[in-house]
T-cell receptor, first 110, second 112 residues
């Protein structure tokens, strides 16, 4: 069953802690993306990777880090430097321009 | 000014109505246009995509692009309560980055 998985669905953390969100795809897509979605603001690009061991900052990369050691995996770490980490995080992958999304992780930091 | 503008709604229509969802954009270099549907607390689902000006039809859905006016639309015929969702437009320059620029989404409610 092909697709993109994100885990966990819900995540709760205390302020000051780093947290890593998982994203895995079995679509054999080269490119992967991380977005953040806040109410009324649409999707904002955090990081993207077009090939293993390479990634680029998106529009709101501050306070986030990523790695791309395997084609299938693109984990996102939300660091304590991110000022407003509470949001819905979406991972996507693409072969060309059509991006396909995972189910998302809702992160709440208190 | 945002690169892609989309009315947030909510847009409320009775079941069976024809729905028109729209986006305007400012960058005339955008060449590839997409519509996504997002149910509450779920990831967006790709509905339709198109390269060129004109219409593209898929079942009850029609995507329309007018590059001269920098305006795209999604029409839904015979709308159903199951169409109630947020609809996001997205577009790209078709450069090597594969980056998409999203509208903020329009929330649609189809009343039974």
């Amino acid at each position: 069953d092909g697709g993109i998985t994100q885990s966990p669905k819900y995540l709760f953390r205390k302020e000051g802690q780093n947290v890593t969100l998982s994203c895995e795809q079995n679509l054999n897509h080269d490119a992967m993306y991380w977005y953040r979605q806040d109410p009324g603001q649409g999707l904002r690009l955090i990081y993207y990777s077009q090939i293993v061991n390479d990634f680029q900052k998106g529009d709101i990369a501050e306070g986030y880090s990523v790695s791309r050691e395997k084609k299938e995996s693109f984990p996102l770490t939300v660091t304590s430097a991110q000022k407003n980490p509470t949001a819905f995080y979406l991972c996507a992958s693409s072969f060309a321009y059509e991006q396909y999304f995972g189910p998302g992780t809702r992160l709440t930091v208190t | 000014q945002k690169e892609v503008e989309q009315d947030p709604g909510p847009l409320s229509v009775p079941e069976g109505a024809i729905v028109s969802l729209n986006c305007t954009y400012s960058n005339s270099a955008f060449q590839y246009f997409m519509w996504y549907r997002q149910y509450s607390r779920k990831g967006p689902e790709l509905l339709m995509y198109t390269y060129s000006s004109g219409n593209k039809e898929d079942g009850r859905f029609t995507a329309q692009v007018d590059k001269s006016s920098k305006y795209i639309s999604l029409f839904i015929r015979d709308s159903q309560p199951s169409d109630s969702a947020t609809y996001l437009c997205a577009m790209t320059l078709m450069d090597s980055s594969y980056k998409l620029i999203f509208g903020s989404g329009t929330r649609l409610l189809v009343r039974p």
